[in-house]
Structures are given as structure tokens and as C-alpha cells.
């Protein structure tokens, strides 16, 4: 069991919309019908161990006195507060904090800070938040650039796939609107102990996962090789770009790469009967259920099933060789597009009346000394960071998992729109409506392409 703060069944509830699109939140011994759809960031690179020792952490001192409002999630809330009084941050900068709960979905806090915001106000100074948002409020102007505060010690401390990552989703017009702390990927979690006893590999290409359907399913007992949750409402566009990544391309773009990847699934559905159809009407709470059911060989699915996994509760059920987690298998694109990472970050809210002091309690959350003792205050703060991984357990199943997949270079950047959430939405409409057959491929290319076209 990992040092990391559990979740409620209530916070996972609230989150329940955002997984999918926006990186997600870990959660541990929580039951598998309680499975959080965020997950703790777990990532690491090959030099992490070998990064020089943290010093203490002190904070700015530039500006003394002053109050700021930081706003997280309710998951997020004990971590912050743990973090603060550890680093002694306001008796070392004068800056009172006042730690307030940002509020549960995506869309209600884009509308509260709207209405905020127009009326010449904001609820809080410096906001945590999700890849859409920060494309949605760097694009309306009430985030502010964040360049001059980012120090050249913290990009050098980033690995290169979390600064491709900023570079897309954490941009716009050249101008960083946040900084993640918060960074992970989904995983190739499989049953190593049904592998070995039917002699066979983890498969490596979309053919040897396509020839998995014969081995492992059976319909009539319930058992399918592989499982997702891709419901619509944002859990079935990351199952479409992680395909579609591994094609080669980006769905939102409806070119060859995205219709191969639709192919592909409708064949692992019905045609190799490796993916169970039921995955449709599925979340993540299911299909962790199913897999910790014995129903299920293989699936893609997001850090935080490693530790529902391990909680007291599944302990019985519990080995290791139940959850091994292998590299994802590679597409026609090759490698680098295997898998994509996700992820929250720290922004400033422009019209903030605290500004001065806003700016440098940011320059203290994105330190490499304040991330290294962030993380040790909970899940929430792990990253790829070389300072992050040098304070995280050295012994950290997530770590080792994301080591795995850095040295192998299979993560690549998640697939962008700038109206994110709202292309999403055409996507899985067009596409879950061809993978039920109620249209042809061709109707749900042109669909997707012509709706997406009129969001221009």
C-alpha cells in the first residue's frame, strides 16, 4: 500500500466526469466499485535516482506579508495544507494562505470564474487545474503569463516528455498559463499468471493483440482478453486518442490515422472478440470491478487501479502477477505514440488583487525545493521531475511502472484541440454510434469532420 492519502467514494463521485479528460486522480484502498477517475501522477526518468540531494525549503522572500487564496480540489485539500506547515511557508515569506475548494467539474468552475471574473472579481488568487481549462481560460484572458516567474532551474528540471506536454496543453500565443505538478499516463496492466500458464507473451504490435481474443475469451463464462470504460462523457475520447495516438496521428484531426483506429476497435470487438462491446456502457469503476472479478486479462487503464488493487480490501485477491504492468502494445505509428500523459498545475488568476504576493507563492510551489517536499505531503505532487522523483519512494511501483516507460520512450504528447471539450463530445457521438452499427465508418468519419469543421 502506498504512502498516499486516500479518496471517498463522495470526492470520486464528484470527479467522476473529469477523468477522462483531464488526467486523473489516484486514490489509495479504495474499493473497486469506488476507483477515483483521477490518478495520482507517477513519472520518472533514468537520471531521477541519480539527481542531487534537495536541499531545505525556504520560501521567496522578494515580497513580504500579503495574503493569497489557493484553490484545489477537495482530494487535495489535506495534501496543500500538510505541505504548507511542513516548509513553513508563511512564517518564512509573511504570506498569509487561505486553502479554498475549488468547485467539482470543469464546467462549474469555468463558470464561476467567468461570472467572477466579469463582475471585476476572483474567489481565489492561484487556481489547480485540469488541460481543458487552461486551454479555455488562457484563450479568454484570465490567466496570467507565466514566463517571467518560471526560473530556467525549473524547465532544466522537467524530463523532456512533461516539457512537450507544457509546450501543448499548458500554452497558448507563446505564453505559459500554468505549471503542472501533477503528471501521469495510463499503463498496460495484465494478468501475468494467466499469460504464464497459457505460454503466452505480452503482445508487442496491434496483430498480437488482435490474436489474444482466441486465447483468453470466453464469452460464455463472461471472460474477455481486454476491457475499458468508454461511456461517453469524456471516458470514450481518451480510449479514441490513446488508439489514435498509436496510429499515428490525432482524432480530433479525422484523417487516415483516426479512421484506422476506428477500425481497429470495431475489429477488437467483434471480429478478434478481444475487447468486450460492453465497454460502451462502462466507466472506470467497471471495469476495475470486472478485471478484479477475474474477468478480464489485459487492460489500458490510468495509475490509480495499481492501488485500488493493493487496498486492504482486495487483499485477498492481491499478487503481484495479477497487476504486472508491461509496455503497451506499438501501432502502425510507432513507439513514441504508445501511450499519452495528463495532468493539473498551478496558474494565477490576472485580476487577482494579491498579485504581488500570488506571484511569489508561485515562484515557491514550482520550485525544484518546494516540488520535492510536496510530494512527500501526498499523491497529488508526483511528477517527472528529477527533484520530485529523487524525494518519491525509491521502492514506488508507480515510479518503477513510469521508469519503465520513459526509458522506452512510449509516451507521447495527448492529442490537443483548442475547443477541447467541445470536440471531444462530436467524436464520441460519431464514433460510438459506429461502434454499436448503427452507422457506417464513412458516415461517422464525415459526421465527426463536418461537425468539428463547424466548430472553426
Known amino acids: 500500500m502506498s504512502q498516499y492519502s486516500k479518496i471517498s ?30 490518478e495520482a501522477t507517477t513519472a520518472a526518468t533514468a537520471a531521477a535516482t541519480e539527481a542531487p540531494p534537495i536541499a531545505a525549503t525556504t520560501a521567496p522572500a522578494v515580497v513580504k506579508g500579503g495574503k493569497v487564496r489557493v484553490a484545489v480540489g477537495g482530494w487535495a485539500e489535506q495534501n496543500i495544507k500538510d505541505f504548507l506547515a511542513a ?18 467539474t470543469k464546467e462549474t468552475e469555468l463558470s464561476r470564474l467567468t461570472s467572477a471574473v466579469q463582475a471585476g472579481d476572483t474567489p481565489y488568487d492561484i487556481l489547480d487545474f485540469e488541460d481543458e481549462l487552461t486551454t479555455t481560460l488562457s484563450q479568454a484572458g484570465y490567466m496570467l503569463p507565466l514566463n517571467d516567474l518560471i526560473s530556467q532551474e525549473v524547465w532544466d528540471d522537467l524530463s523532456p516528455a512533461m516539457k512537450a506536454y507544457t509546450d501543448v496543453w499548458s500554452t497558448y500565443n507563446d505564453e505559459v498559463f500554468r505549471m503542472i505538478h501533477n503528471w501521469e499516463m495510463p499503463f498496460w496492466f495484465y494478468r501475468k499468471d494467466w499469460f504464464d500458464s497459457k505460454s503466452v507473451e505480452v503482445p508487442k504490435t496491434w496483430d498480437d493483440v488482435k490474436a489474444l481474443g482466441k486465447v483468453f475469451t470466453d464469452e460464455g463464462a463472461g ?16 480510449y479514441l486518442a490513446w488508439i489514435t495516438l498509436q496510429a499515428g496521428g490525432n482524432p480530433f484531426d479525422v484523417g487516415p490515422e483516426y479512421q484506422q483506429a476506428l477500425e481497429y476497435i470495431h475489429d477488437l470487438m467483434y471480429t478478434s472478440k478481444v475487447l468486450n462491446p460492453a465497454s460502451l456502457q462502462k466507466d472506470y469503476n467497471q471495469q476495475n470491478g470486472d478485471y478484479l472479478a477475474d ?25 503481484e502477477d495479477k497487476v504486472t504492468i508491461g509496455l503497451p502494445p506499438v501501432g502502425p505509428g510507432g513507439p ?22 500570488a506571484k511569489e507563492m508561485f515562484k515557491f510551489l514550482v520550485s525544484n525545493e518546494a516540488a520535492a517536499e510536496a510530494v512527500k505531503a501526498g499523491f497529488w505532487f508526483l511528477s517527472a521531475r528529477k527533484s520530485v522523483l529523487a524525494a518519491a519512494p525509491k521502492d514506488s511501483w508507480q515510479v518503477q511502472a513510469v521508469n519503465m516507460y520513459t526509458d522506452a520512450n512510449v509516451i507521447g ?18 464514433a460510438a454510434a459506429y461502434l454499436t452499427d448503427q452507422i457506417s465508418l464513412e458516415d461517422s468519419m464525415k459526421q465527426a469532420k463536418d461537425q468539428l469543421a463547424a466548430l472553426s
Open 295 to 319: 474477468k478480464v486479462a489485459f487492460m489500458r487503464q490510468w495509475p490509480f487501479f495499481g492501488d485500488v488493487s493493493r487496498s486492504d480490501d482486495n487483499k485477498a485477491w492481491f499478487s
Open 336 to 357: 513514441g505514440g504508445s501511450t499519452y500523459a495528463a495532468g493539473w498545475g498551478w496558474g494565477i488568476v490576472k485580476n487577482s488583487p494579491n498579485l504581488d504576493a
Open 9 to 38: 467514494r463522495r470526492d470520486f463521485i464528484k470527479m467522476a466526469g473529469m477523468v477522462a479528460a483531464s488526467g486523473t486522480l489516484a486514490a489509495c484502498g479504495v474499493k473497486a466499485t469506488e476507483a477515483p477517475t483521477t
Open 413 to 430: 504528447v495527448r492529442p490537443h484541440h483548442p475547443q477541447f471539450v467541445e470536440a471531444l463530445t462530436i467524436l464520441e457521438d460519431t
Open 87 to 104: 516548509t513553513e511557508f508563511t512564517k518564512n515569506s509573511g504570506i498569509d494562505v487561505e486553502v479554498v475548494l475549488r468547485t467539482d
Open 223 to 238: 471472460v474477455w482478453a481486454s476491457e475499458d470504460g468508454l461511456i461517453k462523457g469524456a471516458f470514450l475520447n481518451v
